[in-house]
T-cell receptor
Framework: GAGVSQSPSNKVTEKGKDVELRCDPI?????LYWYRQRLGQGLEFLIYFQGNSAPDKSGLPSDRFSAERTGESVSTLTIQRTQQEDSAVYLC??????????????FGEGSRLTVL | GENVEQHPSTLSVQEGDSAVIKCTYSDSASNYFPWYKQELGKRPQLIID?????GEKKDQRIAVTLNKTAKHFSLHITETQPEDSAVYFC???????????FGKGTLLTVNP
């Protein structure tokens, strides 16, 4: 596609339910990132993929959060047993290069998650 | 890890005035400093970046300055226009070279 695509764009769920957020990066981009943006806050790093591997999962807030990437393409971020503090916009970004110094991050429009 | 502080959180200027947004970082190993612009309801987009081997970079009405000794960098927008209204994020990348740490953002409003 022409850009990074994320789905769903909006998700409202009840506390305790599991949710899956999907990211389709730009074709050929080897690096993929997930960030979380709470209302009025900055972009909080969650996880980074190089190919299908995740060398850095340090930003995942708890063991309720997990992510995977397959085919060096699509990535899914799964949040189990959602809680109200999980409410945020989840942004995915991809980059052609493996370092941010040489590769601009291209962001998707985000998935807005609301946990009631 | 890296910590990026950004000020001010909100900034309101009259059209035609200049706007300055400042950021500080904590990791002396950081050597790449991009700025992203996020319009309301849209995705963040890179507008300018600077690497540690230069002190200043300009692109039309936008400039970024870097002071490595003091560990701070700034975004300067001259002759502001209403379409400059957006949230601006600074970021820094350190020794890991793949992770960007973002500031909390500055909401810039340019009043016609």
């Amino acid at each position: 596609g022409a850009g990074v695509s994320q789905s769903p764009s909006n998700k409202v769920t009840e506390k305790g339910k599991d949710v899956e957020l999907r990211c389709d990066p730009i074709s050929g981009h080897t690096a993929l990132y997930w960030y979380r943006q709470r209302l009025g806050q900055g972009l909080e790093f969650l996880i980074y993929f190089q190919g299908n591997s995740a060398p850095d999962k340090s930003g995942l807030p708890s063991d309720r959060f997990s992510a995977e990437r397959t085919g060096e393409s699509v990535s899914t971020l799964t949040i189990q047993r959602t809680q109200q503090e999980d409410s945020a916009v989840y942004l995915c970004a991809s980059s052609f290069k493996t370092t941010v110094h040489t590769g601009e991050l291209f962001f998707g429009e985000g998935s807005r998650l609301t946990v009631l | 890890g890296e910590n990026v502080e950004q000020h001010p959180s909100t900034l309101s200027v009259q059209e035609g005035d200049s706007a300055v947004i400042k950021c500080t970082y904590s990791d002396s190993a950081s050597n790449y400093f991009p700025w992203y612009k996020q319009e309301l309801g849209k995705r963040p987009q890179l507008i300018i970046d600077i690497r540690s081997n230069v002190g200043e970079k300009k692109d039309q009405r936008i400039a970024v300055t870097l002071n490595k000794t003091a560990k701070h960098f700034s975004l300067h927008i001259t002759e502001t226009q209403p379409e400059d209204s957006a949230v601006y994020f600074c970021a820094a990348s350190g020794g890991s070279n793949y992770k960007l740490t973002f500031g909390k953002g500055t909401l810039l409003t340019v009043n016609p």
